[in-house]
């Protein structure tokens, strides 16, 4: 694979939103296949789509990205490794920011982390928000757990650290894990990230949410109390735990995004559809701007910069 788009901009100033939000990081699905089926998947906020970019409309689209101040991008889907491209993708990207991570079931992780370090993967997010083989079968639609386990030892082996475990924390489901899972990420070697379930303000006061919600308030007063540092995430200003275990250390993380003022006026982050659409919040539907006709239709880098900038300016906080 031959790279012939590099940037134009060697310390591009970030784009800032209305909110004075400076956007410096972006989402990219990069298909909406997967080989699980879990209920609670938000599917990136994407509709079903057919249509994939290419990797060389990828690359593109990245570059002007890039030349407008985003140095880190993250690959979501779906499922991104079920793309038989996705090494040429990353390798296509990672001259082009600072860094590139990858969010993954990791059921293929085992089999693909050493090339994927290779091709230029900074760090990896495993989804893995149980140990227990049937509630996963139960949470995920059927039970790859044996090889997710297999998957985040391959990763941390690889070197794409820190890999951080997602753990979805839900009522009455797989709440009564987190010490287990802790210990876990541990003896693994990675850093464990405790998520809210979420949903959008229609959903959010009854019904089948209300059900499975589970408030991290009161884990997060736990981990305070254990921790001997607290550092914080920029982006969302999220707070880490830094929890003594038995052989040492281990990274906590917790994000709760609802009603939370600032995890939405620390937000960072830009998204784009694996069909070419700048999101500009997974929860809003509104503002979305298509990239990817226009790039198909001949579209100019300056015109395509215009693009995004109107994207980054239809941002605003969700939660307030």
Wanted: glycine share 6%.
């Amino acid at each position: 694979m031959t790279k012939g788009i590099q940037t134009d901009c060697i310390d591009p100033v970030p784009m800032v939103d209305s909110f004075g939000r400076p956007v410096s990081s972006l989402r990219l699905s990069v298909t909406q296949r997967c080989d699980l089926a879990c209920e609670h998947c938000h599917h990136e906020g994407q509709t079903h789509a057919v249509d994939e970019m290419t990797p060389l409309e990828i690359e593109r689209l990245m570059n002007v990205a890039s030349s407008l101040g985003v140095g880190k991008v993250k690959i979501t889907g779906g499922e991104p490794l079920m793309r038989d491209d996705i090494v040429d993708i990353i390798a296509r990207i990672s001259p082009l920011v600072k860094e590139v991570s990858l969010t993954t079931n990791g059921s293929d992780l085992d089999i693909r982390s050493a090339e994927l370090r290779s091709a230029g993967l900074a760090r990896v997010n495993v989804s893995l928000h149980t140990l227990d083989a049937n509630r996963y079968h139960r949470l995920c639609g059927v039970d790859q757990s044996a090889r997710v386990l297999k998957g985040i030892t391959a990763a941390v082996k690889a070197g794409l650290n820190p890999v951080k475990v997602n753990m979805v924390v839900f009522k009455g489901e797989n709440d009564g894990e987190i010490r287990d899972m802790i210990d876990f990420c541990s003896s693994a070697g990675a850093a464990l990230q405790l998520i809210e379930y979420e949903t959008d303000r229609e959903s959010s006061n009854g019904g089948s949410f209300a059900k499975r919600f589970y408030s991290l308030a009161e884990t997060e007063k736990m981990l305070a109390s254990q921790s001997v540092q607290v550092t914080v995430n920029e982006l969302h200003r999220r707070k880490r735990y830094k929890i003594p275990v038995k052989d040492g250390f281990v990274s906590v993380e917790v994000v709760r995004p609802m009603h939370n003022t600032e995890f939405c006026s620390h937000c960072t982050r830009l998204r784009m559809s694996s069909d070419g659409l700048l999101k500009p919040c997974l929860l809003d539907q509104s503002g979305h701007v298509d990239v990817l006709a226009p790039l198909r239709n001949g579209a100019s880098d300056h015109e395509l910069r215009e693009l995004f900038l109107e994207a980054v300016q239809n941002r605003k906080p969700y939660w307030s």
